[in-house]
C-alpha cells in the first residue's frame, strides 16, 4: 500500500473510499489490517472518515431531490404541498454547496494553495530564524521565502522553499517532512539539512548535514536519491538543454544532477554550505558571477560586470558576515585583480584591472 502522509491522501484513494462506505468486504479486512500496523495513522485516519461521510450524506440528499422530481408527475392526486417541495430543493441546494466546498477544499489543499498557507519572509540582508509548530528549527537566509502548508504538523509536514534554508527536521514518523522547490523535493522523517534554491541561480542544491533523507528530481520520473550524511545532490533549476553537456553548469544530461561530498573549508572542519547560518561568508573554488550574487543579498547591493571574462575567474576565501563589503572585495582582488566603482546608490561594476 502507498505511503500516507496526510488526510488528503487516503480521501483521494478509491480503495479507501470503498473501505468507508463498507462496499468490499476485501477492501475492510485489508484496510482493518493496515491500522493494526499503523497506530500512528488513527486520527488521521478519523479524520478522513469523517469527510468522506460528510461528502456521502450530501450526495444522497441530492439524489434524494432528483428522485422526487420523477415521482411528482405519477402521483394521483397530485402533490399541492409546495412547502415539501420546497424543502427539499433547500436541502439539495444546500448539500450542492456544501459539496462544492468540500471538494474545493481539498483540491486546493492537495496541490498546495497559496492562500492556505503561511510565509515567512527574508529581505536582502536580513536573515530569521523559526520554530516551526513540529518544533522543526528553520534558519532562514537572506532574500528567501519559506511557505508553510495549511495543517502543518497536523496532517502534513510540507514547506515550499525558494531562497535558502538550513534545517534541523524534527522527528515524526508518521508525517514525513517535505521540503518542495522548483527543481527538486526533499523527504526526511528527522534530520539535519541546508537546502539552496534561488530563483536567479543555475543550481539548486540539498546538502544532508545528519540523518537520512531522498530527493526526488521534478522534472524526471526517476527513482528518488536517497542521501548519506554528508551527501549534496546538485541539480539544474532549469531543464538540461539537448547536448551531451550543459556548458553552463557541467551536469551531463543522461542523470540531470550530481552526487557530491559537502565541502569542509577548515581545520575545524566546518562546512560551506551551512557557514551562512553560523555568520560566515565562505567561497569554494566559486566563480565570481556566484559570490556577487551572494554579496548582493548580504549586502542589499547590485553588481554588475563589465566583462564576462572577470566574471568567471574562480576564488577561495571566508569572511565573518559583519565583514564591510569594501573589505570583502578587497580581499577577494587580492587573489586575482580586478577593479571595482560605484555606480548609484547600491550598485557596483566591477570590471579588469588592465582592460
Same mark, same amino acid.
Given at each position: 500500500m502507498s505511503a500516507y502522509q496526510s488526510v488528503q491522501d487516503f480521501i483521494l484513494d478509491e480503495s479507501f473510499f470503498r473501505y468507508v462506505v463498507r462496499q468490499d468486504p476485501s477492501e475492510i479486512l485489508k484496510w482493518e489490517s493496515?491500522?493494526?500496523?499503523?497506530?500512528?495513522?488513527?486520527?488521521?485516519?478519523?479524520?478522513?472518515?469523517?469527510?468522506?461521510?460528510?461528502?456521502?450524506?450530501?450526495?444522497?440528499?441530492?439524489?434524494a431531490e432528483q428522485n422526487y422530481v420523477r415521482l411528482v408527475p405519477h402521483l394521483d392526486p397530485p402533490v399541492k404541498n409546495i412547502l415539501l417541495k420546497k424543502k427539499w430543493t433547500y436541502y439539495a441546494a444546500a448539500a450542492i454547496v456544501f459539496?462544492?466546498?468540500?471538494?474545493?477544499?481539498?483540491?486546493?489543499?492537495?496541490?498546495?494553495?497559496?492562500?492556505?498557507?503561511?510565509?515567512?519572509?527574508?529581505?536582502?540582508?536580513?536573515?530569521?530564524?523559526?520554530? +516551526? *509548530?513540529?518544533?522543526?528549527?528553520?534558519?532562514?537566509?537572506?532574500?528567501?521565502?519559506?511557505?508553510?502548508?495549511?495543517?502543518?504538523? !497536523? &496532517?502534513?509536514?510540507?514547506?515550499?522553499l525558494v531562497g535558502e534554508a538550513y534545517m534541523e527536521v524534527a522527528k515524526n514518523?508518521?508525517?514525513?517532512?517535505?521540503?518542495?522547490?522548483?527543481?527538486l523535493q526533499v523527504r526526511v522523517l528527522g534530520t539535519t539539512i541546508n537546502v539552496r534554491?534561488?530563483?536567479?541561480?543555475?543550481?539548486?542544491?540539498?546538502?544532508?548535514?545528519?540523518?537520512s533523507a531522498e530527493v526526488i528530481l521534478k522534472s524526471k520520473s526517476q527513482a528518488p536519491i536517497r542521501l548519506k550524511p554528508k551527501d549534496k545532490v546538485v541539480a539544474p533549476l532549469a531543464e538540461a538543454q539537448p547536448s551531451s553537456k550543459n556548458n553552463t553548469t557541467g551536469i551531463e544530461k543522461k542523470s540531470d544532477y550530481k552526487l557530491e561530498t559537502v565541502t569542509q573549508y577548515?581545520?575545524?572542519?566546518? +562546512? *560551506?554550505?551551512?557557514?551562512?547560518a553560523d555568520q560566515k561568508l565562505v567561497f569554494v573554488n566559486e566563480p565570481l558571477s556566484s559570490i556577487a !550574487? &551572494?554579496?548582493?543579498?548580504?549586502?542589499?547591493?547590485?553588481?554588475?560586470?563589465?566583462?564576462?571574462?572577470?566574471?568567471?575567474?574562480?576564488?577561495?576565501?571566508?569572511?565573518?558576515?559583519?565583514?564591510?563589503?569594501?573589505?570583502?572585495?578587497?580581499?577577494?582582488?587580492?587573489?586575482?585583480?580586478?577593479?571595482?566603482?560605484?555606480i548609484g546608490p547600491r550598485s557596483i561594476r566591477i570590471y579588469l584591472t588592465n582592460p
Open positions: 493496515y491500522i493494526k500496523q499503523h497506530p500512528e495513522q488513527q486520527e488521521l485516519i478519523q479524520h478522513a472518515k469523517q469527510e468522506l461521510l460528510a461528502m456521502q450524506d450530501a450526495l444522497y440528499l441530492i439524489d459539496l462544492c466546498l468540500i471538494t474545493s477544499l481539498y483540491v486546493f489543499q492537495y496541490h498546495f494553495n497559496q492562500s492556505k498557507t503561511t510565509a515567512y519572509l527574508t529581505q536582502p540582508a536580513e536573515k530569521k530564524t523559526i520554530k +516551526l *509548530a513540529d518544533g522543526t528549527l528553520v534558519k532562514l537566509n537572506a532574500a528567501s521565502k519559506l511557505e508553510i502548508a495549511d495543517g502543518f504538523g !497536523k &496532517t502534513n509536514r510540507a514547506v515550499k514518523k508518521a508525517l514525513p517532512f517535505t521540503v518542495t522547490t522548483q527543481a534554491a534561488y530563483a536567479n541561480e543555475e543550481l539548486t542544491a540539498a546538502s544532508l548535514i545528519e540523518g577548515d581545520a575545524e572542519q566546518r +562546512l *560551506a554550505e551551512t557557514s551562512w !550574487k &551572494t554579496l548582493e543579498r548580504w549586502y542589499n547591493i547590485t553588481i554588475e560586470f563589465q566583462n564576462s571574462d572577470i566574471s568567471s575567474r574562480k576564488y577561495t576565501a571566508a569572511f565573518d558576515d559583519r565583514e564591510e563589503l569594501q573589505n570583502v572585495l578587497q580581499s577577494l582582488r587580492s587573489s586575482i585583480p580586478f577593479n571595482y566603482r560605484k
